[in-house]
């Protein structure tokens, strides 16, 4: 099964993965823990992908693609795609790089949630940096305040979760995201989901739509 968890930021698509993982034991492909992880290491990438995601842009086209390939190559099946592709360019790069291993991607999984709504999911987001651990301050607290329960780490606020760079995140992928519904619609591997309501009421709505055929 090789999935893509498409939707604007903030509708859950790292939240909804952390339950896929568990359940299916699928690799996980996120293209923004791979830039933060970078950037933690102050990597060429990660500091060249810095700038753009600090200003809630997109990271070029070219530099996101010669990541994921250099990704894809030692995945041989059993993935989910969070965050990439993000633009038409992207989408058909990961077309041609899946057929160059011989893989399909099966299903695109759309979560739909209103934008009022992913305003303050991530506003209040709190992560553990290290271990990836994702909270909310208000949907999904931490037992001790600032502190992750499972690592213990401190938790911190995203530089680009303040209000004003989640704007400009928005309006990247109404403008050069957004399409691609229609691109993965007329493939006919688009599955669209509600993704309003708790992270453990989206789940089963997730499972379902892997069930259908
Ligand atoms: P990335 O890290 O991919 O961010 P994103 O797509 O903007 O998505 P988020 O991580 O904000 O949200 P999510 O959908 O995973 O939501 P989550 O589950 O955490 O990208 C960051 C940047 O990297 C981009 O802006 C860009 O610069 C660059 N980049 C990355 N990929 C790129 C690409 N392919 N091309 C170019 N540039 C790229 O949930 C959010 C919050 O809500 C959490 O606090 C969570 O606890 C809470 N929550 C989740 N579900 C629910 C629920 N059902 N009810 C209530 N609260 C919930």
Do not use: W
Not at 91 to 115: G, R
Not at 125 to 137: D, F, L, M, P
Not at 149 to 173: P, T, W
């Amino acid at each position: 099964m090789n999935l893509l968890l498409f939707g604007a930021p903030g509708t859950g698509k790292g939240t909804q993965s952390s339950f896929l993982i568990s359940q299916y034991k699928l690799h996980h492909i996120s293209t923004g823990d791979l830039f933060r992880k970078a950037l933690g290491e102050k990597t060429p990438l990660g500091l060249k992908a810095q700038s753009y995601m600090d200003r809630g842009e997109l990271v070029p086209d070219s530099i996101v693609i010669a990541l994921i390939e250099e990704v894809l190559a030692d995945i041989k099946s059993g993935f989910i795609l969070d965050g990439f592709p993000r633009t038409l360019a992207q989408a058909e790069a990961l077309d041609s790089l899946l057929k160059n291993i011989t893989l399909d991607l099966d299903k695109v999984l759309y979560l739909k949630v209103p934008e009022s709504i992913l305003i303050e999911r991530i506003v209040g987001r709190r992560v553990a940096e290290k271990s990836g651990h994702v909270y909310h301050i208000k949907f999904n607290p931490p037992l001790k305040k600032g502190v992750c329960d499972k690592s213990g780490e401190k938790l911190i606020h995203r530089n680009d979760d303040r209000e004003e760079v989640v704007k400009q995140r928005l309006k990247a992928y109404r403008e050069q995201t957004e399409p691609l519904i229609e691109y993965y619609r007329e493939k006919n591997i688009l599955f669209e989901l509600d993704g309003c309501g708790s992270p453990k009421e989206v789940f089963p709505r997730l499972q379902l739509m892997l069930s259908i055929s």
